[in-house]
């Protein structure tokens, strides 16, 4: 009877996956090494690209209104008790995300 699936095939495909994601992860984290944190100061908030956390993460002044937590929440972003900031992966994704965050909130307060 032919057998088509080889588990020890199944096992090398799967280990050289892994090599490869544990590869790319390295590379990740040598160029966020690289990287300093930066700050950008807003009205009521600042927005933190935190390195060593490898977080974005948006400080604000006080509690902010429903309003400007629902832009958080919609925009992907958490609220992170420990550190005191709503964040986010610091990624190309996040990035976009906190550009975006900023203009609605930046609506909300012209309104």
Not at 75 to 100: E, I, M, T, V
């Amino acid at each position: 009877m032919p057998q088509f699936f080889s588990p020890e095939k199944y096992l090398t495909t799967n280990n050289n996956a892994n090599i490869r994601r544990m590869k790319q992860r390295v590379e990740q984290l040598e160029r966020n090494s690289n990287r300093e944190t930066t700050e950008k100061e807003f009205d009521g908030f600042k927005i933190v690209e935190n390195t060593e956390e490898n977080r974005i993460q948006f400080i604000f002044d006080g509690k902010p209104p429903a309003e400007q937590r629902k832009v958080m929440k919609s925009n992907g972003f958490r609220w992170s008790p420990s550190n005191g900031a709503w964040q986010r992966h610091l990624n190309g994704n996040g990035r976009y995300a906190a550009k975006y965050a900023v203009k609605e909130l930046q609506e909300l307060t012209a309104a």
